[in-house]
């Protein structure tokens, strides 16, 4: 490149006029600029401040409108309630009464035919709302509950986000037993308030469990659920492998106060029936031994034999009937 390219032709012009000659010109790199030039760049940093100036002034209403954007303190993303909104039900005189806010019409009608399919003999009372906003607890387990609990004339129902609680005067303890346990399985981590009675008696439970002792129940059903107790082969004994659980389960269930614990044995439908009771009932009963022998009073443990009758799973499939065959722990 020769030393005259990229150079700015000679100035032969006049300027404002002017015939002077032009100054000495001094180099900085390749570029040239005459004394003073400081001009130059001065003059284009001024757009430079000038933008910058605007930003910062526009940056307010930007900051504004995001502070606008925020809720006002003590205001929620969401008008429906922590809590959620509760199904009731409450029976009286040969009326099952249903309430409940659910979010749409297929929850109402799924709630509704399972108070039906479990209330026979009652007139059931449709108080149910459709809300798009309701926060309604699952549906499927009420009509699990009332089935549990036909015997309980006056039985009651209340299940928000928190708690289920049960009311009513159960005919016998198996009876009670069973409400409960329907209750503990269908809605697992709830705070199950137990005030069935026996007739002549007071509430089985008066003062709700702790959260601790909520947890250690729903621990327990869903180890079961995930590890069932295993027995020896064609047999009722339990098999060495599920020993170690079985006395864990004592020891958590043992530093709670609860008022009894059921020991539920249950089979698939292959057999007959008294064949499957008598197993499942054996089977519950080594459960119950091994458990009390790890430190839970015999007096709190009871065991029963469900045979097939109380089946979780499709009994067509090899699967179906391997979840059948299992033993529940519920503790109340």
Not at 148 to 158: Q, S
Request: charged share 20%; with cysteine.
């Amino acid at each position: 490149m020769s030393s005259s390219e990229g150079r700015p032709p000679a100035n032969t012009g006049s300027r404002t006029g002017s015939h002077e000659a032009e100054g000495p010109l001094t180099v900085t790199g390749r570029y040239r600029r005459r004394p003073g030039g400081w001009l130059i760049p001065a003059a284009l940093l001024i757009p430079l401040l000038l933008a910058l100036v605007g930003l910062w002034l526009g940056g307010a209403p930007s900051a504004k409108r995001h502070d606008d954007a925020r809720p006002a303190p003590g205001a929620t993303s969401s008008p429906v309630a922590a809590v959620g909104d509760p199904i009731t039900v409450t029976t009286e005189k040969k009326r099952r009464i249903v309430e409940a806010a659910v979010p749409d019409s297929a929850s109402k009608r799924a709630l509704l035919d399972g108070v039906r399919a479990a209330s026979d003999g009652y007139r059931v009372v449709d108080k149910v709302s459709v809300d798009d906003k309701a926060d309604t607890p699952p549906v499927a387990g009420i009509g699990t509950i009332l089935a549990a609990g036909r015997g309980i004339g006056d039985l009651g129902v209340v299940v928000d986000r928190g708690s289920l609680t049960l009311t009513g005067e159960a005919p016998d303890q198996q009876t009670g037993t069973d409400t409960v346990f329907a209750a503990g399985q269908s809605y697992p981590g709830v705070r199950l308030v137990d005030h069935l009675t026996l007739p002549g008696s007071r509430p089985v439970s008066t003062t709700p469990l702790s959260p601790e002792c909520e947890q250690v129940r729903s621990q327990v059903v869903e180890e079961l659920k995930a590890t069932p107790v295993k027995f020896r082969v064609n047999g009722s004994e339990v098999d060495p492998s599920s020993m170690q659980q079985l006395t864990t389960i004592s020891q958590k269930l043992g530093q709670c106060p609860f008022s009894h614990i059921e020991v539920a044995g249950h089979t698939d439908d292959t057999g007959s029936a008294e064949t499957n009771a008598t197993l499942s009932q054996r089977r519950a009963d080594s459960v119950r031994s091994v458990l009390v022998q790890a430190g839970l009073s015999s007096d709190l443990v009871s065991a029963k034999g469900y045979g097939s009758s109380h089946p979780v799973a499709d009994n067509t499939t090899p699967e179906g009937r391997a979840t059948n065959r299992r033993v529940d722990i519920n503790a109340s």
